[in-house]
């Protein structure tokens, strides 16, 4: 039985950018938006980073799932194929980019 959607959400911003947010993955708003961090949780958090100076399109986003999983639980990730692929692709961008700050989130 699966335990993640099939709809890929990919990472979203400049990879140049210096400041890097890592979700967990994707929820429903996110899956049909095809962004991360669109959802109610993100639109919140990109509220308080903008009364910092921080704008959504200045930032790197990504997940590391980038499936939603069933039950926006993130546990139905583990052990996938789907969070292998995303963890390989967003390690080889954080040794290709080397971003000053990563925050996770979740």
């Given at each position: 039985m699966a335990k993640v959607y099939s709809t890929y959400v990919p990472n979203h911003g400049p990879v140049d950018s210096p400041l890097w947010l890592v979700g967990e993955s994707p929820g429903q708003s996110e899956e049909v938006e095809q962004k991360p961090?669109?959802?109610?949780?993100?639109?919140?958090?990109?509220?308080?980073?903008?009364?910092?100076?921080?704008?959504?399109?200045?930032v790197y986003l990504a997940n590391l799932c980038n499936y939603r999983?069933?039950?926006?639980?993130?546990?139905?990730?583990?052990?996938?194929?789907?969070l292998?692929?995303?963890?390989?692709?967003?390690?080889?961008?954080?040794?290709?980019?080397?971003?000053?700050?990563i925050i996770a989130l979740g």
């Open positions: 961090l669109v959802g109610e949780a993100g639109q919140l958090l990109m509220e308080v980073l903008k009364n910092y100076g921080v704008n959504y399109n200045d999983p069933y039950g926006n639980d993130f546990k139905n990730c583990v052990g996938t194929r789907e292998t692929e995303s963890l390989n692709t967003l390690y080889q961008a954080i040794s290709k980019y080397n971003p000053i700050c």
